[in-house]
């Protein structure tokens, strides 16, 4: 197989480039305005651009009264699950809910300085919108990574939208997922139109409240014009990996890691190695060119090798640890020694999710070990964080003043009156002191 892969030596003057890198996937001006008309067109007809925009995508020719699905199909598609494939899934879920049930958050109640009751109430999100990509790679995982969610924190009523096969189907496994968690209200739509249907609402797809899911740069953009009118959770891009790897590792693991995610087929996925001057990175490559022959997806994997790349050699740690919080990757396998592993895991502070000694593969985060696997990329981890129980729930604060607590917050609240020109304010304090 023809594939000639470099390695760059780390200086600080190859950040600008890594940068460069790692954001060429970022969304140009013409995206942005087809995703503009798309929406418009959802506003204003409804249901009609769903069905048209569905066949013109996605080739599926539906009619209005085909948008959701039966519920006797899910039900169906969960009956014709091979046991073993049930029982997949229901491990993947019983994981993904017991990691989550740990940050269920808490009321709380205590008291200010001033003797008053303050505190926080937290109310699951009322209805939510999960977009589940589908078409040749069925992401049954993203089911359970976001419904599992939105279950395990109390949400009512939850709408999935996913793009529907040519000859108008639901991968029944997908379905089958869905099944599984109950939620029943399942939509053949996909594309920057299905997040308009779920923002904005149709005939046949009530608005949401706020708006989940992974999906391709006109999902993204759809996600970023909706908001306001909708909540979002992130804007996660196409996938990424980063491979730390030292002597320990091994080439055939090295080689594997990068290649799963390469496998994602946005055609844009990045995938980086970085390692250490006494790891063998003629081998690795020589198990990348013996892997990826093998696999079904070994043209879009050859693709992202070739324009997706990046491998650097650092003599240190600590410039590996500088370019691992520049780039800020999606996931971060450390495949290094055990001694290297704390120094790693307490200095990178921006991977979406890291995945630590040589078993972790990345694999096991995006299908069954407990974490979602929505996750920021195109170094937004540097400020964001992955999909997480929280964010399906909305606060509240309290605040509760006895007449007692009032006065003792009154003379800080009427200078503050005084400050800002806000009579106002101070006279909607000071007129509860004169009640006496």
Not at 137 to 151: D, Y
Not at 360 to 382: I, N
């Amino acid at each position: 197989m023809k594939l000639e892969l470099e390695y760059k030596i780390f200086s600080p003057s190859l950040l600008e480039e890594i940068e460069k890198f790692a954001t060429s996937t970022n969304v140009d001006a013409s995206i942005a305005s087809t995703v503009t008309e798309i929406l418009q067109d959802v506003k204003s007809n409804g249901d009609q651009a769903l069905v048209e925009r569905t066949s013109l995508y996605d080739k599926a020719n539906l009619n209005k009264s085909e948008l959701r699905v039966p519920f006797h199909q899910i039900e169906q598609a969960f009956s014709s699950l091979s046991s073993a494939h049930q029982a997949a899934i229901e491990d993947a879920i019983e994981n993904v809910a017991l990691f989550h049930q740990q940050n269920l958050p808490q009321n709380w109640q205590s008291k200010n300085s001033h003797g008053a009751t303050i505190g926080e109430n937290y109310y699951p999100i009322n209805r939510v919108g999960l977009y589940v990509p589908g078409g040749n790679v069925p992401l049954v995982s993203t089911v359970i990574m976001t419904a599992t969610l939105a279950k395990v924190a109390g949400v009512n009523h939850i709408a999935v939208t996913t793009p529907p096969n040519p000859d108008g189907t639901i991968s029944p496994e997908l379905l089958a997922a869905l099944g599984i968690l109950k939620v029943d209200e399942v939509y053949k739509v996909g594309g920057a139109q299905a997040i308009g249907a779920l923002g904005y609402g149709t005939e046949s797809i009530q608005s949401v409240d706020k708006i989940f899911g992974p999906g391709n740069a006109f999902v993204n953009e759809a996600k970023k014009q909706v908001f306001g009118t909708a909540g979002v959770d992130l804007l996660p891009g196409p996938s990424e990996v980063m491979v730390i790897a030292d002597e320990t590792a091994e080439p055939a693991y090295i080689a594997a890691a990068l290649i799963a995610q390469a496998e994602h087929g946005s055609g844009e996925e990045k995938i980086y190695l970085i390692f250490t001057k006494k790891v063998n990175f003629g081998k690795i490559v020589s198990e990348i060119k013996d892997q990826i022959p093998k696999l079904s997806h070994s043209e879009s994997i050859l693709n992202i090798f070739q324009k997706g790349f990046l491998a650097i050699l650092s003599e240190d740690l600590q410039d590996v640890v500088r370019v691992a919080n520049f780039i800020a990757p999606e996931h971060l396998e450390l495949q290094v020694k055990d001694q290297s592993l704390g120094y790693l895991q307490k200095e990178i502070s921006t991977a979406g999710a890291l995945l630590l000694g040589h078993y972790s593969a990345t694999a096991l985060g995006d299908f069954v070990a407990g974490p979602s696997h929505v996750l920021p990329t195109g170094r937004s981890s540097r400020f964001s964080s992955g999909l997480r129980i929280e964010d399906f729930f909305r606060r509240t604060s309290i605040i509760q003043y006895d007449e007692e607590s009032l006065q003792k917050a009154s003379k800080s609240a009427l200078l503050f009156s005084d400050i800002e020109k806000l009579d106002g304010h101070g006279n909607s304090i000071s007129i509860r002191l004169k009640q006496d």
